[in-house]
């Protein structure tokens, strides 16, 4: 797995598919930039400076400040794999961005979304 198309995609890239999933649901950008400050330890301006600088997701996960340390209360299936199961902590990581993100467009609470 460790070849993988996704780790070289720009988050920029796929960041706009992640807000209109948000969007169609009734929830906004902010939230979803809030699970990923939550996920990642980045802020509003290290974010903007992804997003200029076209950074891939094995660097935007890589240079992250931090993984929170309660993504092992992430659970459950995403693109046919149970997060908690996947090997490949890369792909560990950008599958628990897209369950959150998924978590968002449900509906769910954010306050469980972000494991409080």
């Known amino acids: ?12 890239s796929v960041y706009p ?10 929830r906004t950008k902010e939230e979803l930039d809030e699970i990923i400050f939550w996920l990642t330890g980045y802020d509003q301006k290290s974010l903007e400076e992804i997003l200029s600088n ?5 660097t935007f996960f890589a240079e992250a400040p931090r993984l929170n340390p ?8 995403i693109c046919g794999y149970r997060v ?3 090997e490949d902590p890369l792909m560990q990581k950008i599958r628990y ?3 959150l993100v998924d978590e968002l467009a449900k509906g769910k609470a ?4 972000l494991r409080s």
Do not use: Q, S
């Not at 598919?17 to 009734?26: D, L, P, V």
């Not at 309660?70 to 299936?77: L, Q, S």
């Not at 954010?110 to 979304?113: A, G």
């Open 110 to 113: 954010m306050e469980k979304i």
């Open 54 to 58: 076209r950074t891939d997701f094995e």
């Open 1 to 12: 797995m460790r070849n993988h198309k996704i780790f070289t995609m720009e988050f920029a």
């Open 70 to 77: 309660n993504v092992d209360k992430i659970k459950g299936v």
């Open 17 to 26: 598919h992640y807000i209109t999933k948000a969007e169609k649901k009734g």
């Open 97 to 99: 961005l897209d369950k």
């Open 84 to 86: 908690e199961e996947i």
